[in-house]
Protein backbone atom coordinates (compact mmCIF):
# COMPACT_ATOMS: atom_id res chain seq x y z
CA UNK A 1 0.00 0.00 0.00
CA UNK A 2 0.94 3.65 -0.74
CA UNK A 3 -0.57 6.93 0.14
CA UNK A 4 -2.57 8.40 -2.75
CA UNK A 5 -0.31 9.74 -5.46
CA UNK A 6 -1.75 13.36 -5.38
CA UNK A 7 -0.49 13.64 -1.36
CA UNK A 8 1.22 17.14 -1.35
CA UNK A 9 2.17 17.30 2.45
CA UNK A 10 1.55 16.00 5.45
CA UNK A 11 0.57 16.93 8.79
CA UNK A 12 2.46 15.32 11.20
CA UNK A 13 1.37 15.26 15.20
CA UNK A 14 3.85 15.41 17.30
CA UNK A 15 3.22 13.97 21.13
CA UNK A 16 2.79 9.93 19.90
CA UNK A 17 4.30 10.02 16.90
CA UNK A 18 7.52 11.37 16.81
CA UNK A 19 8.55 11.18 20.42
CA UNK A 20 6.67 10.15 23.66
CA UNK A 21 7.40 12.60 26.33
CA UNK A 22 10.86 12.79 26.12
CA UNK A 23 11.40 9.51 24.54
CA UNK A 24 11.89 9.23 20.27
CA UNK A 25 10.08 7.27 18.22
CA UNK A 26 12.61 5.08 16.88
CA UNK A 27 13.65 6.19 13.51
CA UNK A 28 11.28 8.79 13.88
CA UNK A 29 13.94 11.76 12.67
CA UNK A 30 15.27 9.62 9.53
CA UNK A 31 11.36 9.22 8.79
CA UNK A 32 10.62 12.90 9.09
CA UNK A 33 14.08 13.25 6.69
CA UNK A 34 12.82 10.96 3.63
CA UNK A 35 9.42 12.40 3.68
CA UNK A 36 11.04 15.90 2.87
CA UNK A 37 13.22 13.90 0.66
CA UNK A 38 10.41 13.24 -1.18
CA UNK A 39 9.53 16.43 -1.72
CA UNK A 40 6.52 16.60 0.74
CA UNK A 41 5.71 20.07 2.46
CA UNK A 42 5.81 19.44 6.56
CA UNK A 43 3.59 20.69 8.98
CA UNK A 44 3.77 19.84 12.62
CA UNK A 45 0.62 20.18 14.85
CA UNK A 46 0.41 19.97 18.35
CA UNK A 47 -2.60 20.28 20.88
CA UNK A 48 -0.17 20.81 23.85
CA UNK A 49 -1.01 23.35 26.36
CA UNK A 50 2.32 23.59 28.30
CA UNK A 51 5.05 24.69 25.61
CA UNK A 52 4.78 27.74 23.47
CA UNK A 53 5.78 27.01 19.85
CA UNK A 54 9.60 28.14 20.21
CA UNK A 55 9.56 25.64 23.14
CA UNK A 56 8.46 23.46 20.80
CA UNK A 57 10.99 24.05 18.22
CA UNK A 58 13.71 23.57 20.61
CA UNK A 59 12.42 20.21 21.96
CA UNK A 60 12.57 19.13 17.92
CA UNK A 61 15.85 19.97 17.96
CA UNK A 62 17.27 18.60 20.44
CA UNK A 63 15.61 15.05 19.99
CA UNK A 64 17.11 15.20 16.79
CA UNK A 65 14.02 16.73 14.18
CA UNK A 66 14.69 19.40 11.65
CA UNK A 67 11.51 21.55 12.43
CA UNK A 68 11.54 25.43 11.84
CA UNK A 69 9.11 27.11 14.04
CA UNK A 70 6.93 29.00 11.16
CA UNK A 71 6.56 25.15 10.58
CA UNK A 72 4.57 24.14 13.32
CA UNK A 73 1.08 25.41 14.92
CA UNK A 74 0.10 24.85 18.28
CA UNK A 75 -3.47 25.19 19.87
CA UNK A 76 -2.25 28.15 22.20
CA UNK A 77 -1.54 30.05 18.93
CA UNK A 78 -4.16 29.39 17.09
CA UNK A 79 -6.77 30.28 20.23
CA UNK A 80 -4.88 33.63 20.78
CA UNK A 81 -5.22 34.43 17.16
CA UNK A 82 -9.41 33.85 17.44
CA UNK A 83 -10.02 35.55 20.26
CA UNK A 84 -7.89 39.03 19.01
CA UNK A 85 -9.74 38.09 15.53
CA UNK A 86 -13.39 37.80 16.99
CA UNK A 87 -12.74 40.88 19.49
CA UNK A 88 -12.32 39.00 22.98
CA UNK A 89 -9.66 40.78 24.17
CA UNK A 90 -10.90 40.83 28.04
CA UNK A 91 -10.25 37.33 28.89
CA UNK A 92 -9.36 34.61 32.07
CA UNK A 93 -6.76 32.34 30.86
CA UNK A 94 -6.61 28.35 32.57
CA UNK A 95 -3.06 27.84 31.56
CA UNK A 96 0.36 27.13 32.80
CA UNK A 97 2.67 30.42 32.87
CA UNK A 98 4.73 29.12 30.10
CA UNK A 99 1.94 30.07 27.88
CA UNK A 100 1.41 33.37 29.34
CA UNK A 101 3.35 35.19 26.38
CA UNK A 102 0.79 34.55 23.73
CA UNK A 103 -1.56 36.10 25.39
CA UNK A 104 0.03 38.64 26.85
CA UNK A 105 -2.24 41.26 25.57
CA UNK A 106 -5.55 39.42 26.14
CA UNK A 107 -5.35 38.37 29.94
CA UNK A 108 -7.26 41.30 32.13
CA UNK A 109 -7.59 40.85 36.15
CA UNK A 110 -11.08 40.15 37.99
CA UNK A 111 -13.53 38.11 36.61
CA UNK A 112 -15.41 40.59 34.34
CA UNK A 113 -13.95 38.98 31.04
CA UNK A 114 -15.26 38.37 27.37
CA UNK A 115 -13.72 34.74 27.35
CA UNK A 116 -12.46 31.82 30.14
CA UNK A 117 -9.99 29.92 28.07
CA UNK A 118 -9.14 26.52 29.24
CA UNK A 119 -5.59 24.43 28.96
CA UNK A 120 -3.87 22.27 30.77
CA UNK A 121 -2.81 23.07 34.55
CA UNK A 122 -2.39 19.81 35.52
CA UNK A 123 -3.33 18.41 39.15
CA UNK A 124 -4.16 21.98 40.13
CA UNK A 125 -7.84 21.63 38.92
CA UNK A 126 -10.13 22.01 41.85
CA UNK A 127 -13.93 22.92 43.17
CA UNK A 128 -13.30 26.63 43.59
CA UNK A 129 -11.70 27.30 40.35
CA UNK A 130 -14.27 25.49 38.54
CA UNK A 131 -17.10 27.42 40.35
CA UNK A 132 -15.38 30.61 39.51
CA UNK A 133 -15.39 29.79 35.70
CA UNK A 134 -18.69 28.45 36.03
CA UNK A 135 -19.93 31.95 37.40
CA UNK A 136 -17.72 33.78 34.41
CA UNK A 137 -19.41 31.61 31.81
CA UNK A 138 -22.92 31.86 33.66
CA UNK A 139 -22.17 36.08 33.54
CA UNK A 140 -21.44 35.79 29.72
CA UNK A 141 -18.29 34.81 28.62
CA UNK A 142 -17.57 32.38 26.46
CA UNK A 143 -16.05 29.40 26.86
CA UNK A 144 -12.73 28.54 24.77
CA UNK A 145 -11.24 25.32 24.89
CA UNK A 146 -7.06 25.00 23.50
CA UNK A 147 -8.56 21.64 22.77
CA UNK A 148 -10.95 18.49 24.35
CA UNK A 149 -9.16 15.54 24.35
CA UNK A 150 -9.77 12.93 26.28
CA UNK A 151 -6.67 11.47 27.72
CA UNK A 152 -2.95 11.71 26.47
CA UNK A 153 -0.17 9.46 26.69
CA UNK A 154 2.06 9.96 30.00
CA UNK A 155 4.88 8.29 30.82
CA UNK A 156 3.19 5.59 32.97
CA UNK A 157 0.14 5.41 30.62
CA UNK A 158 -2.79 6.83 29.43
CA UNK A 159 -4.06 10.42 31.42
CA UNK A 160 -6.83 12.34 32.08
CA UNK A 161 -7.00 15.41 29.79
CA UNK A 162 -8.50 18.59 29.56
CA UNK A 163 -11.72 17.33 27.82
CA UNK A 164 -12.99 16.26 30.74
CA UNK A 165 -13.22 19.71 32.20
CA UNK A 166 -14.55 21.37 29.36
CA UNK A 167 -17.50 18.82 28.37
CA UNK A 168 -18.29 19.06 32.53
CA UNK A 169 -18.42 23.24 32.11
CA UNK A 170 -20.51 22.81 28.70
CA UNK A 171 -22.91 20.52 30.80
CA UNK A 172 -23.67 22.82 33.54
CA UNK A 173 -23.55 25.83 31.44
CA UNK A 174 -25.50 24.92 28.72
CA UNK A 175 -22.85 26.20 26.40
CA UNK A 176 -20.79 24.76 23.62
CA UNK A 177 -17.10 25.52 23.74
CA UNK A 178 -14.40 27.19 20.69
CA UNK A 179 -12.57 24.57 20.64
CA UNK A 180 -9.22 25.99 18.46
CA UNK A 181 -6.47 22.77 18.46
CA UNK A 182 -7.42 19.45 16.87
CA UNK A 183 -9.99 18.13 16.33
CA UNK A 184 -11.48 21.65 15.20
CA UNK A 185 -11.78 22.25 11.53
CA UNK A 186 -10.66 25.78 12.29
CA UNK A 187 -7.28 24.12 13.49
CA UNK A 188 -6.72 22.03 10.29
CA UNK A 189 -7.91 24.87 8.13
CA UNK A 190 -5.31 27.39 9.11
CA UNK A 191 -2.61 24.61 8.36
CA UNK A 192 -4.13 24.28 4.48
CA UNK A 193 -4.00 27.90 4.76
CA UNK A 194 -0.21 28.26 5.30
CA UNK A 195 0.24 25.25 2.69
CA UNK A 196 -1.83 26.70 0.30
CA UNK A 197 -3.04 23.57 -0.71
CA UNK A 198 -6.52 21.88 -1.12
CA UNK A 199 -7.48 18.96 1.28
CA UNK A 200 -7.37 16.09 -0.78
CA UNK A 201 -4.44 16.97 -1.35
CA UNK A 202 -2.79 16.46 2.60
CA UNK A 203 -2.58 13.60 5.21
CA UNK A 204 -2.71 13.85 8.74
CA UNK A 205 -0.73 11.91 10.41
CA UNK A 206 -1.60 11.58 13.84
CA UNK A 207 -2.13 8.84 17.29
CA UNK A 208 -5.42 9.57 17.86
CA UNK A 209 -8.37 7.93 15.78
CA UNK A 210 -10.57 10.89 17.03
CA UNK A 211 -9.17 14.16 16.93
CA UNK A 212 -6.15 13.33 14.67
CA UNK A 213 -7.75 10.90 11.96
CA UNK A 214 -11.12 12.24 12.54
CA UNK A 215 -10.95 15.56 13.04
CA UNK A 216 -9.10 15.74 9.70
CA UNK A 217 -10.96 13.54 7.57
CA UNK A 218 -14.10 15.45 8.43
CA UNK A 219 -11.71 18.82 6.93
CA UNK A 220 -11.10 16.14 3.79
CA UNK A 221 -7.70 14.96 4.51
CA UNK A 222 -6.34 11.37 3.98
CA UNK A 223 -6.34 10.00 7.32
CA UNK A 224 -3.49 8.17 8.95
CA UNK A 225 -3.70 6.47 12.24
CA UNK A 226 0.14 4.89 13.52
CA UNK A 227 -0.27 2.50 16.11
CA UNK A 228 2.03 4.51 18.74
CA UNK A 229 1.80 6.80 21.54
CA UNK A 230 -1.75 6.66 23.34
CA UNK A 231 -3.14 4.26 20.04
CA UNK A 232 -5.08 1.61 21.81
CA UNK A 233 -6.12 -1.24 19.53
CA UNK A 234 -9.59 -2.12 21.66
CA UNK A 235 -10.01 1.87 21.70
CA UNK A 236 -9.37 2.33 17.79
CA UNK A 237 -11.84 -0.76 17.15
CA UNK A 238 -15.17 0.67 19.18
CA UNK A 239 -14.38 4.27 17.27
CA UNK A 240 -16.75 5.40 14.32
CA UNK A 241 -13.89 6.83 12.72
CA UNK A 242 -12.84 4.40 10.34
CA UNK A 243 -8.74 5.50 9.23
CA UNK A 244 -8.01 5.63 5.35
CA UNK A 245 -4.39 4.32 6.40
CA UNK A 246 -2.99 2.28 9.70
CA UNK A 247 0.52 2.14 9.97
CA UNK A 248 3.02 1.02 12.71
CA UNK A 249 5.02 4.06 13.25
CA UNK A 250 6.08 7.07 10.89
CA UNK A 251 8.47 4.99 9.84
CA UNK A 252 6.22 3.16 7.57
CA UNK A 253 4.46 6.30 7.01
CA UNK A 254 7.73 7.33 5.27
CA UNK A 255 8.03 3.86 3.46
CA UNK A 256 4.29 4.73 1.85
CA UNK A 257 5.16 6.90 -0.49
CA UNK A 258 4.99 5.94 -3.95
Given at each position: ?93 VMRDSLMAEFSDLKVPGDDVD ?132 AADITEVAGLIG
Amino acid sequence: MILPTGIQAILCDLDGVLYVGDAVIPGAPAAIERLRDSGLALRFLTNTTTKPRRAVAKKLTALGFTAAMDEILTAPRAAAEYLRRTGRTRCHLVMRDSLMAEFSDLKVPGDDVDAVVIGDIGSTWDHALLQRIFTMIMGGAELVALHRGRYHQAADGLALDIGAYVAGLEYVTGQTATVCGKPSPAFFQAALDDLGLPAEQVAIVGDDIESDVGGGQACGLHGVLVRTGKYRKELADRSRVRPDTVAADITEVAGLIG
